[in-house]
């Protein structure tokens, strides 16, 4: 992290130690994920009120009827994307900024893209009260960003019916998308690595609860 953090107490740090110990008791072995999450102030980004509520494992709601995962989930999916550092990372869903956060923190290129402009504006200034570099879109994530592509990696934070194909496009070979797929009501974590032009790798993850993933933006 590149600046000291306003409230960052000895008891919020001690309760992110905790909540790492409790991660990898659940079986994330990722240690730089595990750093990311020990080292990111997940109470920044919810109403000061729930210091006692962030470091808890466990999804809580944010403005714009959306919800900030559960950092059990976070885990799942970083260490999913197997991120290096200086790695290009799109991010559709950017929610509270806590994800891309995350990213950041690990070394990553950040890109991503919210249709809530409520959220869209308030990560913008978590993430820079922090010290964290990402570049921020208020777009319909389906889309993508072309543009700025081919990425090393895609995470969408949102349930896709269908994971779509013109996100796939924008992986480099080689590179990862992680996404939690609902099939009938349950939402598989699903991986696809691009092996070449027209070869993708799907695998599954287990079972999720997200939000859905939607069209559109939202002006407020």
């Known amino acids: 992290m590149k600046n000291d953090l306003t409230g960052d107490s000895f008891e919020a740090r001690g309760k ?4 790492v110990d ?3 008791k ?16 997940r109470h920044v980004f919810m109403d000061p009120a729930f210091l006692n509520h962030a470091y808890i494992d466990k999804a809580f709601p944010i403005t714009s009827g959306q919800t900030i995962s559960q950092p059990y989930t976070v885990a799942v999916m970083t260490a999913l ?3 290096k550092r200086r790695d290009k990372i799109l991010e559709i869903g950017t929610g509270s900024g806590y994800q ?14 919210e249709r809530f402009r409520e959220l869209y504006l308030k990560a913008q200034v978590t993430l820079a009260s922090l010290g964290y570099a990402a570049d921020f879109f208020y777009d319909d994530g389906y889309e993508g960003k072309p543009h700025y592509g081919p990425f090393d990696g895609i995470i969408i934070t949102a349930a896709a019916s269908e994971i779509p194909g013109v996100l796939l496009k924008q992986l480099k070979t080689g590179g990862r998308l992680v996404v ?3 099939e009938g009501g349950a939402q598989v ?3 696809v690595q691009r092996k070449g ?3 993708f790798d799907y695998s599954s993850h287990g079972y999720f609860v997200f939000v859905p993933m939607l069209r559109g933006t939202v002006n407020k």
Request: net charge neutral; charged share 35%.
């Open 26 to 41: 659940k079986g994330i072995s990722d240690e730089e994920v595990l750093r990311a999450i020990g080292t990111v102030p």
């Open 100 to 113: 891309a956060a995350i990213l950041a923190e690990m070394g990553a290129r950040v890109y991503t893209i």
């Open 197 to 199: 032009e027209n070869d």
């Open 22 to 24: 409790d991660l990898r």
């Open 81 to 83: 994307l197997k991120v």
């Open 189 to 191: 974590m699903t991986v």
């Open 180 to 182: 939690p797929v609902d």
């Open 16 to 19: 992110r130690k905790k909540l």
